[in-house]
């Protein structure tokens, strides 16, 4: 079975305070994204990796940047936590079909 | 930029009867129209797919179709049950990125 999985399912940290977010994915594929889901927005794409040490940005960059040193490995980092960035964090893992393949989530409030 | 709207954004039918979810995009570049399903507590999981040189897909009480001149695709769920109770996601797009609609809770009542 596909697994990805995040590493917190819920967290609760300080203004200004540096955030990371780990998503692994056990299936070798190429291509993993992080998007934030917020009510009556839908998915918004935050950042994407098509390979190891390489990185685009989606259509919210802004204050978020990612790592991906492993490609198992893809991991979310807000520099400096702000209320705004108050969300659900979704990890997805996809290979050449497309089918996007979803961690838990993480719900992250930022206080 | 490029956007799907979905409607609605809450649908509340009778179990057993059907339920219709309906999807318009912008990019006429787009050629996979995923639908996921979302649990309480859980990541999206695909539920069904289409691609832009089929029209219709059927998998048991699910369908979509797709009306590439129109630029709409749709979900149609049958004898709805009540775990279909979940968040609903559209998407469309083409190599590898998607984008989503804003989702549409499905309630069913008993």
């Known amino acids: 079975d596909v697994k990805v999985t995040q590493s917190s399912r819920y967290l609760v940290k300080r203004t200004g305070e540096k955030v990371f977010l780990e998503c692994v994915q056990d299936m070798d594929h190429e291509n993993m994204f992080w998007y934030r889901q917020d009510p009556g927005l839908g998915l918004r794409l935050i950042y994407f990796s098509y390979d190891v040490k390489m990185k685009e940005k989606g259509d919210i960059p802004e204050g978020y940047s990612v790592s991906r040193e492993k490609k198992e490995r893809f991991s979310l980092i807000l520099e400096s936590a702000s209320t705004n960035q108050t969300s659900m964090y979704l990890c997805a893992s996809v290979p050449g079909g497309m089918e996007a393949f979803f961690g838990q989530g993480t719900r992250l409030t930022v206080v | 930029g490029e956007n799907v709207e979905q409607h609605p954004s809450t649908l509340s039918v009778q179990e057993g009867d059907s339920a219709v979810i309906k999807c318009t995009y912008s990019d006429s570049a787009s050629n996979y129209f995923p639908w996921y399903k979302q649990e309480l507590g859980k990541g999206p999981q695909l539920i069904i797919d289409?691609?832009?040189n089929v029209g219709e897909k059927k998998d048991q009480r699910i369908a979509v179709t797709l009306n590439k001149t129109a630029k709409h695709f749709s979900l149609h769920i049958t004898e709805t049950q009540p775990e279909d109770s979940a968040v609903y996601f559209c998407?469309?797009?083409?190599?590898?990125?998607?984008?989503w609609g804003a989702g549409t809770k499905l309630i069913i009542k008993p």
């Open positions: 289409i691609r832009s």
């Open positions: 998407a469309a797009g083409s190599n590898y990125q998607l984008i």
